[in-house]
């Protein structure tokens, strides 16, 4: 799709982290699972529904974990603390304010500590296929740790290109009901995602996690939603995470497929109470389609909060032409005042 563009920022200590954004509408951070790869992914047959049902009406706004797909690889700290650190940045980096959050597996991990160290900021928490606790931190089911060590032990010595047997039986984890394109699609994600080494690395962090406490001092609304036959992240920690965050709503879902199939019902129902839970543009977008090129220029930079000064710098116009444009950028929107245009243009997904 159009406007995919990958950028770079750089992290508090120099990373450079990649990140997308597309489609329009309020903006939605969906977080990344460490098997992420921004390029691949808009082509990956397991993702695209994901992306499709999110850019048809959102500002998604995705990146790539420091160590894997785009986003700097060779890094001397690799830790879950890097991970928010690195969420915090993107955040900095686009002037979000406010915003909605989709964390999907670990990335609901760093999605909650990010939301106990900033409330206020995450408007709406959707958690899927989520957990509070990595499977060394976990007593039910059992066997965890024994799995996680097992785990560990098939990255280290299978995450080769040439052990197709191993590459296979680690992506039926994730769409066991998938079609062989889809099972292929895991397989080019995994190898394109990282190396053998940062792999084991990242496999490592994840299951140290253990986010409880920060999970109890959630205020935001958050949805939880999860498969009843996970084998990525079982059930019970759907239901810890809907149990420990305060006022959370729980879903749970039928189906085996840690990342659902466009066709089966159960991807139905979580879009439907998806769409329902999370923030819907007021504005009108007929009205925004009628803004010329330049015009959406000017508007995207008087949400960033520029004056006409700045933005005329900018765009290498005078402030007097800038005045022109927002004149007819409030006629066009039926805003009296600036500040009215500032509020319905980031409702639509302007600023980012």
């Given at each position: 799709m159009p406007g995919r563009k990958v950028r770079y920022f750089e992290s508090f200590d120099g990373a450079q982290i990649a990140y997308a954004i597309s489609g329009s509408g309020p903006p939605v951070v969906l977080m990344p699972s460490w098997l992420t790869h921004l390029e691949y992914q808009d082509r990956s047959v397991a993702w695209q529904p994901?992306?499709?049902?999110?850019?048809?009406?959102?500002?998604?706004v995705r990146y790539d974990p420091r160590g894997?797909?785009?986003?700097?690889?060779?890094?001397?700290?690799?830790?879950?603390?890097?991970?928010?650190?690195?969420?915090?940045?993107?955040?900095e980096k686009l002037g979000l304010e406010q915003f909605a959050t989709i964390g999907i597996c670990q990335g609901g991990a760093v999605a909650i500590n990010y939301a106990e160290r900033n409330p206020g900021r995450i408007s709406h928490l959707i958690l899927y296929g989520a957990y509070a606790?990595?499977?060394?931190?976990?007593?039910?089911?059992p066997?965890?740790?024994?799995?996680?060590?097992?785990?560990?032990?098939?990255?280290?010595?299978?995450?080769?290109?040439?052990?197709?047997?191993?590459?296979?039986?680690?992506?039926?984890?994730f769409q066991p009901e998938g079609s062989m394109e889809h099972l292929s699609s895991?397989?080019?994600?995994?190898?394109?995602?990282?190396c053998a080494r940062n792999a084991v690395e990242l496999t490592r962090i994840m299951f140290e996690i253990d986010i409880s406490r920060?999970?109890?001092?959630?205020?935001?609304?958050?949805?939880?939603?999860?498969?009843?036959?996970?084998?990525?992240?079982?059930?019970?920690?759907?239901?810890?995470?809907?149990?420990?965050?305060?006022?959370?709503t729980f879903l749970e879902l039928d189906t085996p497929n840690h990342l659902?199939?466009?066709?089966?019902?159960?991807?139905?129902?979580f879009t439907e109470a998806m769409h329902e839970f999370l923030p819907t543009a007021t504005a009108d977008k007929a009205e925004f389609s009628a803004l010329t090129a330049r015009e959406s220029e000017v508007l995207h930079l008087v949400a960033r909060g520029l004056d006409n000064h700045a933005i005329g710098a900018r765009l290498s116009i005078t402030e007097k032409?800038?005045?022109?444009?927002?004149?007819?950028?409030?006629?066009?929107?039926?805003?009296?005042?600036?500040?009215?245009?500032?509020?319905?243009?980031?409702?639509?997904?302007?600023?980012?």
């Open positions: 994901w992306l499709e049902v999110l850019e048809s009406r959102y500002t998604l894997c797909g785009m986003s700097e690889r060779d890094v001397s700290d690799l830790s879950f603390e890097t991970w928010v650190r690195d969420f915090e940045g993107l955040v606790r990595g499977r060394n931190r976990r007593s039910s089911p066997l965890e740790p024994e799995k996680a060590r097992v785990m560990i032990e098939m990255i280290e010595l299978g995450w080769r290109d040439s052990d197709r047997a191993f590459m296979r039986s680690f992506a039926t984890q895991w397989c080019e994600l995994q190898r394109r995602a990282t920060a999970a109890e001092r959630i205020t935001c609304p958050t949805l939880v939603a999860h498969g009843d036959r996970d084998a990525v992240a079982p059930v019970e920690e759907g239901r810890f995470l809907a149990q420990t965050i305060p006022n959370a659902m199939l466009r066709g089966e019902p159960a991807w139905r129902v032409t800038v005045r022109n444009h927002l004149s007819a950028i409030l006629d066009k929107l039926g805003s009296a005042t600036r500040v009215e245009a500032v509020v319905r243009a980031r409702e639509a997904g302007y600023g980012i």
